[in-house]
């Protein structure tokens, strides 16, 4: 199951890219991303009172839920998105695989979870995996034109994104289920975007045409209600230090589909990156004692010799 998660959540997030370009128009980025939650938080609330599941929670809860709300479904996402008119896609994508390392911290300081070699050893390698990839345009990076704010604005949005995990793995641990939590968290960052919707939302209120609007219910739908729903089960089951990996997986599930629809271009470094991060990933995800099965010759042990007795 903690497979399935993981390949469900690197697949959709590292897919989401092509439906985000649907979205760039003539409707502001804030207005759409609120678009988004609201409908997925619609989705997933509908769907948990279909099935009779329970919707009424203490005001202490949903002010839990409105944090998770605030850290994970609005200002994460304003904070990358001013971060990108500074940055190239690439170098946000650097920043955010951080978060894997921001994770293990968190963890140990919040749920005194030990930080293993295993772990610094593959979180390692999947970053300089990362850096090996988008190389080019870390070599050109330069501090002018805005490049700093960015870089804060992308390191700010990485932290927030983290300390969400938090409160998502302290909900789960008081045994709130993933779908109504995130439902409610949803709402209410659909909601604390509209006042950046409103100041920032300059242009059409929606787009009536079918790329927007097939695009907004890919990221509603997949992007949000599955992957996010995937992505915090996980978190769930084995920790956000080991599930952040999918930060560091889902730019290459990026490249390869750029290949197909943008005609991305391979390089011997592009390759040599990809095979880095998938060897972080062996060793961040792999279960130990796999690990020591497959690097280890067994050798089988001689049979014993047959006393007159046996035979």
């Keep these: 199951m903690n497979a399935v998660l993981y390949v469900v959540t690197v697949l959709i997030w590292g897919s989401t890219w092509l439906a985000i370009k649907g979205q760039l128009g003539d409707v502001h980025p804030t207005v759409s991303i609120a678009y988004r939650f609201a409908l997925a938080a619609l989705i997933l609330l509908a769907w948990a009172r279909l099935r009779g599941l329970p919707l009424r929670y203490p005001l202490r809860v949903h ?3 409105a944090l998770m709300g605030g ?3 609005s200002t994460n996402f304003v904070c990358f998105y001013f971060a990108e008119q500074h940055l190239t896609t690439g170098l946000v994508s650097i920043i955010f695989a951080m978060s894997l390392v921001v994770n293990m911290v968190f963890a140990r300081l919040f749920f005194r979870r030990s930080i293993t070699t295993k772990m610094l050893i593959g979180g390692g390698v999947g970053l300089l995996g990362i850096v090996t990839v988008f190389w080019p345009e870390f070599q050109h990076f330069g501090l002018s034109s805005g490049s700093g704010q960015g870089i804060v604005l992308s390191a700010i949005g990485t932290l927030v994104f983290c300390l969400g995990n938090v409160v998502s793995g302290k909900t789960q641990a008081a045994g709130i289920p993933v779908i109504q939590g995130t439902g409610y968290a949803m709402a209410y960052g659909a909601l604390l975007l509209v006042p950046f919707a409103a100041i920032f939302g300059d242009g ?3 787009d009536p045409t079918l790329k927007y609007a097939g695009s907004l219910v890919y990221l509603a739908v997949f992007g949000s209600v599955i992957g996010f729903g995937a992505y915090l089960t996980l978190l769930g089951r084995i920790g956000g ?7 560091v997986l889902f730019p290459i599930v990026a490249l390869l589909l750029s290949t197909v629809f943008e005609k991305f271009h391979w390089t011997a470094r592009d390759l040599a990156g990809v095979v880095l991060i998938l060897i972080g990933n062996a060793v961040m995800l792999t279960n130990p004692a796999l690990l020591r099965r497959l690097t280890r010759k067994e050798i089988p042990a001689e049979p014993a010799a047959q ?3 046996d035979r």
């Design 204 to 206: 059409a209120l929606f």
């Design 241 to 247: 230090e080991r599930a952040a990996y999918a930060m």
């Design 63 to 65: 002010g839990q839920f």
């Design 71 to 73: 850290l994970m479904f």
């Design 307 to 309: 006393t007159p007795a």
